[in-house]
């Protein structure tokens, strides 16, 4: 089972809402990303989780919140977001690089379309 | 993070080989050569990856350059499935993968 798993496909939220997205992968990997994707660009990275903590934050604004409660499992938390925040949001999941390293593939999910109006 | 430069855009007619070319000149000795693509309206998907050798798989070819700072992605016979953005990444010991802007593959009947 190479596949990650993200919910919902499809959220609308208002600018004071608060929604989560959710990842699951049950390949035994310990990195998890997420990327936001915006048309027309290529996705640009957001976070990292190693190992269930975070690694990398790629100096995202805090209405993102990310959360990893296990190795299977992956959050993000959205309050107080913007219409500018509209986007594909991409989870992703690989082996953390403490293993032996040869070239560690990522495996996306097909991503959830996020509209903020 | 070494950078990679592909063309914006490439064109090819459905049954012959593609060769998508990635140069990369700041390649350090411990990167790895990643392609991925993303059809539209989907997540990207891994097609190969590669150190020094040239490697096949049953989606494509990868060709490395000797001096590694260039790399050529070849889909031996294109289909229409294959229209799609091909990313060409640099992936050192870091969990970081760093997405490029990309070729954008037309392929026609």
């Known amino acids: 089972d190479t596949e990650v798993t993200q919910t919902p496909k499809h959220l609308v939220m208002g600018m004071t809402n608060k929604k989560s997205l959710k990842c699951e992968q049950h390949m035994g990997h310990r990195a998890m990303y997420w990327y936001k994707q915006k048309a027309k660009k290529p996705p640009e990275l957001m976070f990292v989780y190693s190992y269930e903590k975070l690694s990398i934050n790629e100096s995202v604004p805090s209405r993102f919140s990310p959360e990893c409660p296990n190795s299977s499992l992956l959050n993000l938390h959205l309050h107080a977001l913007q219409p500018e925040d509209s986007a594909l949001y991409l989870c992703a999941s690989s082996q953390a690089n403490l293993v032996p390293y040869s070239g560690n593939t990522i495996y996306f999910g097909e991503g959830s379309w996020l509209t903020v109006v | 993070d070494a950078k990679t430069t592909q063309p914006n855009s490439m064109e090819s007619n459905e049954e012959e080989p593609v060769h998508l070319p990635c140069n990369h000149s700041t390649i350090s000795g411990t990167d790895y050569i990643h392609w991925y693509r993303q059809l539209p309206s989907q997540g990207p998907e891994y097609v190969i990856h590669?150190?020094?050798s040239n490697v096949n798989n049953r989606m494509a070819s990868l060709a490395i350059a000797e001096d590694r700072k260039s790399s050529t992605l070849i889909l031996h016979r294109a289909t229409l499935r294959d229209a799609a953005v091909y990313y060409c990444?640099?992936?050192?010991?870091?969990?970081?993968?760093?997405f490029g802007t990309g070729t954008r593959l037309q392929v026609f009947p």
């Open positions: 990444i640099l992936r050192g010991r870091t969990d970081k993968l760093i």
């Open positions: 590669g150190l020094t």
